[in-house]
């Protein structure tokens, strides 16, 4: 039986960049579709995203911590294994971008400012309601406290992501195909051809995803970069200022986004790598230095005792809700954003090969995740410790962005700070959705082949047109919100995944044995 990703595209050739109407069309029926119902009834829309909530992840969590799992094994047989060596490119193709631009890329896009929203104040959930049945505030519920955000940002996450690099990279280079989009990583069955009814399904979903995710993301870092902004002028924080922000991000990223990859995306994300560093650092060595460093080796030593309970921990005798609430989400997270980071990464990886990217993606992806928790979740922990500060009742009371605010108030050159951890957060930002925005002219451009970029012109557009959606789950309100939006757009994906794995073992087993 002859290998059915080796038909090729039948139709007729294309000019390079043009539009892909129906792909461009359903991802604007899509934000207008969601935005516009939660917009006119944003109580009965929240209700509703409760329900659905509740819905999927009573009955589909347990899928989310089995793929986690499989997403490890899976990864870890193509890093080590027999494909290890395989080059993403034909033989004399060499790294488009340096090691450290290249890792700097993926951080950015895939983390986004979402860490800095979570790294302050994530453990202060699990203090007050611990995994394992611990007790809350007690020794053993701090341990936890301090490791869980490390296991949420670690690896399994980071698989998530990678996965779909590989499955997308691997076909898109070595068949040279010439569109970038999720249905590349489902190639094996789709018989090679560009646009099939089940290939436009496919990247449909990716986009449904992508929006959910993105839309999420951005609605998690908008109220943080407004309440550093409200704490440094004295404006009232209020969803004007949100609105602001979000105007002032897509200044940014519209920008970075019209000047391309080589002048735009990888500039910001160099730049912003050094100042998140700088910022940690000074949080090192101005904060209770010898407290961070002990409390990451434990939660270090930890976190590789217990990783593989952590990751199939179903919690199914005292139903404690941690693991819907908590592991399922970010994993849903993580499901939505993995077909965009995989396109992204995907880009910019030829001349790679299947060991680098893995290892690279995932070792130094959760290296820096690590390093942001251990460093600033930390000394947040250190101040609720020593009543330095009440972070957990604070959160409690005000919210998230007031009590990462009020955290770094506390540190020598407050406003100097504070100003600093605003402009990270807002490139942290911008980074995240020009990739974005990138990924979704790409997916609606006909014909892309590697190296070449979708028109100005409509990377812009989505960089405006993605902004709707954060504003509108802002609007509605509430953490569980930007959950269940991120959720809901997840679930597809993860079924898609499946075949996309099975497809990438075919593929590669096929292509080995010619």
Known sequence: MDDPSETRDSSP????????????????????????????????????????????????????????????????WLAFGRYGHVLLGTDDASPEFSTYSWSAMVFCAAIGASLLAWAPIEWAYYFDTPPFGAEPRSDQATAWASTYPLFHWGPTAWSFYCLPTIAIAYPYYTKQLTCLRFSTSCHYFLGGHAETRRGR???????????????????????????????????????????????????????????????????????????????????????????????????????????????SWTDPFTDSGFVESWTVFYWAWCIAYGPFVGLFVTRISRGRTIRQVVIGMIGWGSLGSAV?????????????????????????SDGAPTTIVAVLDTMPLRSVVIAVFCLVAIIFTATTYDSA???????????????????????????????????????????????????????????VGVYMAIALVKQLEADASV
């Open 13 to 76: 050739p294309m000019r390079t960049g043009a539009v892909d109407w129906p792909s461009f069309g359903a991802s604007c029926g899509i934000i207008l579709f969601v935005c516009v119902p939660l917009a006119v009834f944003p109580q009965t829309g929240g209700s509703l995203l409760e329900r659905v909530y509740g819905l999927i992840t009573a009955e589909f969590g347990f899928a989310y911590l089995v793929a986690g799992c499989l997403a490890v094994a899976m990864l870890s």
């Open 201 to 311: 399904v496919i990247d449909w979903l990716f986009m449904i995803a992508l929006l959910g995710g993105a839309g999420a993301s951005l609605g998690f870092s908008t109220p943080l970069i407004a309440a550093c902004i409200s704490q440094l002028t004295g404006v009232e924080n209020q969803f004007g200022l949100d609105v602001f922000v979000v105007g002032l991000c897509v200044a940014l990223f519209g920008s970075s986004v019209w000047f391309g990859l080589e002048k735009g995306i990888k500039r910001l994300s160099n730049i912003n790598v050094l100042l998140a560093l700088a910022l940690l650092l000074g949080m090192l060595v101005v904060g209770p230095t010898v407290f961070l460093f002990k409390t990451s080796l434990n939660s270090v030593g930890l976190i590789v005792s217990q990783f593989f309970r952590m990751n």
């Open 372 to 396: 942001f928790l251990m460093i600033m979740g930390n000394y947040s922990l250190h101040l609720e410790l020593t009543n330095a500060l009440n972070v957990s009742g604070l959160l409690a």
């Open 437 to 495: 925005s990138y990924i979704l002219a790409a997916t609606a451009t006909r014909r892309l082949p590697a190296g070449a970029d979708p028109p100005r012109w409509h990377r812009l557009f989505w960089a405006i047109a993605l902004t709707l959606l954060p504003l509108t789950l802002m609007f509605v309100g509430g953490l569980r919100v930007m959950q269940t939006a991120v959720l809901v757009a997840s679930l597809p994906i993860l079924v």
